[in-house]
């Protein structure tokens, strides 16, 4: 099989890390360039990955993205990338305006498939957040509060097998040559 097609297939989001295992940093140097590297409107590049290794403060950041039931595992993960939106480049910003799409948005969630996809490929495992108190996690790390920190990336030695994925028919969601 092609090995793109397999690492797709391998990633999953991993929600129990081995806590007794550090993420080496050579390996969170390859994810993070793996992360730059990814392709944003207008090459504006309009992210900064925020890392957190610091157990004591990783354990907080993870605390903080625990809520009404989801998210408690966060707290367990050695590593967490967040990515906090920047300002885009001003053809990125004009052509948004024109076609009415805020690119910032699309460009980050790609950089966070690059980000998943490299874990994946470094053994390790991952999962990209939405849910989380983001104010709390801005005060934790100096992020300033003018500005949106969108996704959290926990970063780990998973301890759980893999999944059987579930995903909608292709015939539901691929079509061509027509809608
Ligand atoms: C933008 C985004 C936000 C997500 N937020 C959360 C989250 O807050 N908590 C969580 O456990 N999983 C979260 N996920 C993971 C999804 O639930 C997961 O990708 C989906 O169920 C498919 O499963 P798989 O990643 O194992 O293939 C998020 C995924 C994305 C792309």
């Known amino acids: 099989m092609n090995d793109f097609l397999s690492l797709a297939k391998a990633r999953q989001s991993d929600r129990a890390y081995d806590t007794t295992r550090p993420v080496e940093a050579e390996k969170?140097?390859?994810?993070?360039?793996?992360?730059?590297?990814a392709p944003s409107a207008?090459?504006?590049?309009?992210?900064?990955?925020?890392?957190?290794?610091?157990?004591?403060?990783?354990?907080?950041?993870?605390?903080?993205?625990?809520g009404l039931g989801m998210n408690?595992?966060?707290?367990?993960a050695?590593?967490?990338?967040?990515?906090?939106?920047?300002?885009?480049?001003?053809?990125?910003?004009?052509?948004?305006?024109?076609?009415?799409?805020?690119?910032?948005?699309?460009?980050?969630?790609?950089?966070a498939a690059h980000i998943s996809l490299a874990a994946e490929d470094e053994g390790l495992g991952s999962c990209i957040?939405?849910?989380?108190?983001?104010?709390?996690i801005k005060k934790l790390t100096g992020i300033p509060s003018s500005k949106r920190?969108?996704?959290?990336?926990?970063?780990?030695?998973?301890?759980?097998?893999k999944r059987k994925k579930s995903r909608k028919d292709k015939e539901k969601v691929i079509s061509y040559n027509k809608y």
């Open 28 to 37: 969170l140097e390859r994810i993070l360039e793996a992360a730059c590297l």
């Open 42 to 66: 207008c090459n504006a590049q309009p992210w900064r990955f925020v890392v957190i290794t610091d157990s004591g403060l990783s354990e907080k950041v993870g605390k903080a993205a625990a």
């Open 72 to 76: 408690k595992f966060a707290a367990t």
């Open 78 to 111: 050695p590593v967490h990338i967040l990515i906090v939106e920047e300002s885009a480049n001003f053809t990125s910003i004009l052509g948004g305006k024109v076609k009415d799409k805020h690119f910032p948005l699309i460009d980050i969630g790609i950089a």
């Open 129 to 136: 957040l939405g849910w989380f108190d983001e104010k709390e």
């Open 149 to 161: 920190l969108l996704l959290d990336i926990t970063i780990g030695y998973p301890v759980k097998e």
